[in-house]
Nanobody, 116 residues
């Protein structure tokens, strides 16, 4: 079993910044990729950003140029630096991980609220 523990959410004013962290622990052979999804009540969960173990990244169009994802493979930890935050970034952010030979996992979620 694998556990994902997120931290770093909170309340920030528009234009501000937050950094999310997520550490994976447990029965981990190797991390294929880690990332972040987000969900607003009543809407579908969407991919925000993803990073592979090779360092390849991808972002939702809505966050390109503002968010940066990175991963420390030695610590099985993924980070999401969020700059120039907008009220429409308000959501619950979920850490995701795909573990080689282990499957897919999601964290409990951390609330990010951006006030206008």
């Amino acid at each position: 079993q694998v556990q994902l523990v997120e931290s770093g959410g909170g309340l920030v004013q528009a234009g501000g910044a937050l950094r999310l962290s997520c550490a994976a622990s447990g029965n981990i052979y190797r991390v294929n990729h880690m990332g972040w999804d987000r969900q607003v009540p009543g809407k579908k969960r969407e991919l925000v950003a993803i990073v592979t173990d090779a360092g390849i990244t991808d972002y939702a169009d809505s966050v390109k140029g503002r968010f940066t994802i990175s991963m420390d493979g030695t610590k099985n930890t993924v980070y999401l630096q969020m700059n120039s935050l907008k009220p429409e970034d308000t959501a619950v952010y979920y850490c995701t991980a795909q573990i080689k030979y282990g499957g897919d996992y999601w964290g409990q979620g951390t609330q990010v609220t951006v006030s206008s």
